[in-house]
């Protein structure tokens, strides 16, 4: 058995064996990840990363984004101001947002890691292919839920696993970047650790709002 890197259980037990890399799958919230001592250093970790800043990627982070903002901007009134966690968006798109009235800051570990942006609070939180890159989840998921204010949005577009049987031929498990493999219970465990509540998931998009109470009397009185 395992530490879960993402709820620290014990409960994960080995999974899977491909050419490259075991994983192991965790029984308490459903994360399946790889095994530790097969990810990249930083430097090759970068350079994957990088080759996914091409414009084709590019493309679909925007179409992940503006459709995204649009919905949020009708639930909400008034200017929204988020922040793109893990993935540049191209000049052009954060032209069209900002000349809407949004403002979008941006973090990218590699190429815009711009830390103060991870000290505000914002109305929405949106990460496109990321969260399958992270290396050590619970971590990046308690600064992701500290970076929202209460009632603020957070969208994750990951591919969800849907099919465990399936997984030794899911080619998104080949990718040696990808580390880490989320199933919908996994937010629903998610949603219930950190005060959110978890509005869809399917395919490749979850999205969660941050309850109204969250942060406020959680201290002993
Ligand atoms: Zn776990």
């Not at 899977?16 to 919230?29: G, L, P, S, T, V």
């Not at 679909?60 to 649009?70: G, T, W, Y």
């Not at 609070?121 to 949106?126: A, E, I």
């Not at 998921?141 to 957070?154: A, F, K, T, Y």
Request: net charge positive; glycine share 6%; with cysteine.
């Amino acid at each position: 058995m395992r530490r879960c890197p993402l709820c620290h259980s014990q409960d994960a037990a080995f999974f899977h064996q491909d050419k490259k890399r075991a994983f192991y799958a965790c029984e308490h919230c459903g994360l399946i990840f790889a095994d530790a001592a097969s990810h990249l250093p930083p430097a090759a970790e970068k350079h994957r990363y990088g080759r996914a800043r091409a414009s084709a990627k590019q493309r679909q982070l925007a179409q992940f984004i503006l459709p995204l903002l649009s919905q949020l901007a009708q639930q909400q009134a008034g200017r929204l101001r988020g922040l793109n966690f893990g993935r540049v968006l191209d000049d052009a798109s954060l032209s069209n947002l900002e000349a809407a009235g949004h403002t979008l800051k941006q973090y990218d570990p590699f190429f815009a890691p711009d830390h103060e942006a991870l000290r505000q609070r914002y109305d929405f939180v949106c990460s496109y292919r990321v969260f399958e890159h992270f290396q050590d989840p619970l971590k990046e998921w308690s600064l992701i839920s500290r970076l929202l204010n209460p009632g603020g949005w957070l969208a994750i577009g990951t591919p969800l696993l849907t099919d465990l049987a399936g997984f030794a031929k899911w080619h998104y498990k080949n990718n040696l970047t990808h580390v880490s493999f989320y199933q919908r219970r996994t937010f629903e465990f998610l949603a219930q650790k950190g005060d959110f509540a978890l509005l869809f998931a399917a395919k490749d998009l979850i999205l969660m709002q941050k309850t109204s109470e969250s942060g406020i009397n959680r201290d002993p009185i």
